[in-house]
């Protein structure tokens, strides 16, 4: 069974998707922008977009227990890190940093949110809901396989 925080943020992820609503360099519209319903307070959690080093702010929620959405400040960077990742960025985000050409791609975007998606799996301790290989292990019915009934 997984976390509310889990579908929450997973349903949010899904939305901003097809609405073109995700925006990896829009604190408001990037993965934890949109888990986070689109604020950006979660980017004082640390001093470069893109890092997952906590600041002075972040240590300290993060030392008191302090929660957003569910999450914790490292696993709210720790997701934003994933899809950043997945989208083509070098980390942390700099003027500086290797980038897509171009950001709203829909691939590039999609590779992100499964990244994204991925790293919330782990946080959550499930299989990757995203990882489709699965449905493509199978055994063989007989050890001369399908070459050799062609041929």
């Not at 888990?35 to 906590?54: A, E, F, M, P, Y």
């Not at 829909?106 to 946080?123: E, M, P, R």
Request: hydrophobic share 35%; aromatic share 12%.
């Amino acid at each position: 069974m997984v976390s509310e925080r889990f579908n929450s943020a997973i349903e949010k992820l899904y939305k901003a998707f097809h609405y073109g609503l995700l925006n990896p360099e829009c604190c408001n519209h990037c993965a934890v922008g949109n888990i986070c319903d689109n604020t950006d307070s979660w980017k004082h959690l640390t001093d470069v977009h893109g890092s997952t080093t906590l600041n002075y702010v972040g240590l300290v929620n993060e030392n008191f227990g302090r929660r957003f959405y569910g999450y914790t400040p490292a696993e709210l960077l720790g997701i934003e890190a994933a899809f950043l990742k997945g989208c083509g960025y070098s980390l942390p985000l700099t003027s500086k940093s290797k980038r897509p050409k171009d950001f709203r791609n829909k691939d590039s975007l999609f590779n992100g949110l499964c990244s994204a998606v991925a790293y919330l799996c782990i946080l959550e301790g499930v299989p990757d809901i995203m990882d489709y290989s699965s449905m493509f292990d199978f055994e063989p019915e007989n050890s001369r396989g399908f070459a050799s009934e062609m041929g």
